[in-house]
């Protein structure tokens, strides 16, 4: 049986969420990072078995054939999942966080109801376009998509355990270290 904690973090693309988690996990180093298999491609500062496991749809094909994923979602294209082994061993030494969107949320939910779902939006949609819209390495056609994506994430947050504001990177850790230390200590 497991015995960490499992906190479950979602955002839209430009909210800062990336951001956000460093300051947690750096500020809390027993929490632990579920790293999920995708097969979008590497960014340049992503490393493997680290930010993700960079697979092909192939091999991510296989995975969803041997139930090695406690869920899986195609997202903008590409395929991301849970891998169910390595959430598990993780579990067994601590507490867990999973930084995956809506759908893998509420599926993770069901099969652990008492996974702690923390929603992080941003302080309004038109800062999110101004967010991704300043950001440069987005063509045009990728921010409407993204925001497309954003306002059906935002319909979603009200499922959500907790909903914390983005407004200043520090705070919105600060506020998500408050709710990890109220459930996991
Ligand atoms: P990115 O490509 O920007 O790293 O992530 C795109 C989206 O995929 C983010 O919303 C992220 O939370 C989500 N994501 C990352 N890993 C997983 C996963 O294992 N399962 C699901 N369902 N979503 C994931």
């Given at each position: 049986?497991?015995?960490?904690?499992?906190?479950?973090?979602?955002?839209?693309?430009?909210?800062?969420?990336?951001?956000?988690?460093?300051?947690?996990?750096?500020?809390?180093?027993?929490?632990?990072?579920?790293?999920?298999?995708?097969?979008?491609?590497?960014?340049?500062?992503?490393?493997?078995?680290?930010?993700?496991?960079?697979?092909?749809?192939?091999?991510?094909?296989?995975?969803?054939?041997?139930?090695?994923?406690?869920?899986?979602?195609?997202?903008?294209?590409?395929?991301?999942?849970?891998?169910?082994?390595?959430?598990?061993?993780?579990?067994?030494?601590?507490?867990?966080?999973?930084?995956?969107?809506?759908?893998?949320?509420?599926?993770?939910?069901?099969?652990?109801?008492?996974?702690?779902l923390?929603f992080?939006?941003?302080?309004?949609?038109?800062?999110?376009?101004?967010?991704?819209?300043?950001?440069?390495?987005?063509?045009?056609?990728?921010?409407?998509?993204?925001?497309?994506?954003?306002?059906?994430?935002?319909?979603?947050?009200?499922?959500y355990?907790?909903?914390?504001?983005?407004?200043?990177?520090?705070?919105?850790?600060?506020?998500?270290?408050?709710?990890?230390?109220?459930?996991?200590?």
């Open positions: 049986m497991s015995q960490g904690k499992l906190f479950v973090i979602s955002g839209a693309s430009g909210v800062g969420k990336s951001t956000v988690l460093k300051l947690v996990m750096e500020s809390r180093k027993d929490l632990r990072f579920s790293v999920s298999a995708t097969t979008r491609p590497p960014r340049p500062d992503e490393k493997d078995g680290v930010n993700y496991y960079f697979v092909t749809k192939r091999r991510f094909e296989d995975m969803i054939a041997a139930n090695a994923f406690v869920e899986y979602n195609a997202h903008m294209e590409n395929f991301y999942g849970t891998p169910r082994d390595q959430l598990e061993e993780k579990l067994r030494t601590g507490n867990v966080i999973l930084d995956i969107e809506p759908n893998g949320a509420f599926t993770v939910r069901a099969e652990r109801p008492d996974a702690v923390i992080i939006a941003p302080p309004s949609m038109e800062e999110l376009e101004h967010r991704l819209r300043t950001r440069g390495d987005t063509s045009p056609e990728q921010v409407q998509l993204r925001l497309e994506r954003a306002r059906w994430e935002m319909e979603q947050r009200g499922r355990d907790y909903i914390v504001v983005n407004e200043q990177v520090k705070t919105c850790a600060e506020e998500i270290l408050k709710i990890i230390a109220d459930k996991a200590d």
